[in-house]
């Protein structure tokens, strides 16, 4: 069966330090990943994806990227935090080819202050 | 901004009702729709899809229905319990990657 994971899943950061979330897939290969964020009270704003290794796109400008390392393995980062960027952040994938159903990690909060 | 909204923010059920939660999306062109349900401090889970060339599909205890002519989704979820308090969310297709979320529905169940 098909996990995701990731981690950390609290985070506390201030204004102006780096930021690094990871996920990783298991139990498929050559999967669509998803970074969304969602503010509190709010619905899922899609950040970035990814439909191959190294191919990433963005979907807002912001101060945050996105890396595809591995197959199974996305990465979200920041170099320098903005107070704005505190929210929840969700790893998602699919199954490669095209749409279908978002299958969603457990979340990362950041607070950044 | 949203492709894709919801009618209202909140929904208070009392057990045992039927719940029906609504959305409408202004792509007309999207192909595939999935609620999911979203419990506190967790990621959302699928609850139920739907293709544009169905107008109704049922799992269990859910029913989705779809009214392309009006991009109108509903959710119906029948004897709501008190596990079905969350946040509800739909979403669509509106390309072959990526799926727009709505703002999503609290919906509250009282004993």
């Known amino acids: 069966s098909q996990t995701i994971h990731q981690w950390p899943a609290t985070l506390v950061q201030p204004v102006g330090s780096p930021l690094s979330l990871e996920c990783t897939v298991e139990?498929?290969?050559?999967?669509?990943l998803y970074w969304y964020r969602q503010a509190a009270g709010r619905g899922l704003q899609l950040l970035f994806y990814?439909?191959?290794?190294?191919?990433i796109s963005s979907e807002v400008p912001q101060n945050l990227s996105a890396s595809r390392p591995q197959d199974r393995q996305f990465i979200l980062s920041s170099k320098k935090l903005l107070l704005s960027d505190s929210g929840f952040y969700l790893c998602?994938?699919?199954?490669?080819?095209?749409?279908?159903?978002?299958?969603f990690g457990e979340g990362s909060r950041l607070t950044v202050l | 901004g949203e492709s894709v909204g919801l009618h209202l923010p909140t929904l208070s059920v009392q057990e045992g009702d039927n719940s029906i939660i609504n959305c409408a999306y202004s792509?007309?062109?999207?192909?595939?729709f999935i609620w999911y349900k979203q419990e506190s401090g967790k990621g959302p889970q699928f609850i139920i899809d739907?293709?544009?060339?169905?107008d109704k599909r049922q799992g269990q205890r859910v029913t989705v229905l779809l009214n392309k002519t009006v991009k109108h989704l509903s959710l119906q979820i029948a004897a709501t319990q008190p596990g079905d308090s969350a946040v509800y969310f739909c979403?669509?297709?509106?390309?072959?990657?990526?799926?727009?979320f709505g703002a999503g529905t609290t919906v509250t169940v009282r004993a």
């Open positions: 739907i293709r544009s060339n169905m």
């Open positions: 792509n007309s062109a999207s192909d595939y």
């Open positions: 998602a994938w699919s199954r490669g080819g095209s749409t279908g159903e978002l299958f």
């Open positions: 139990g498929t290969s050559n999967p669509n």
């Open positions: 979403a669509e297709n509106d390309n072959d990657y990526k799926l727009s």
């Open positions: 990814s439909v191959g290794i190294g191919q």
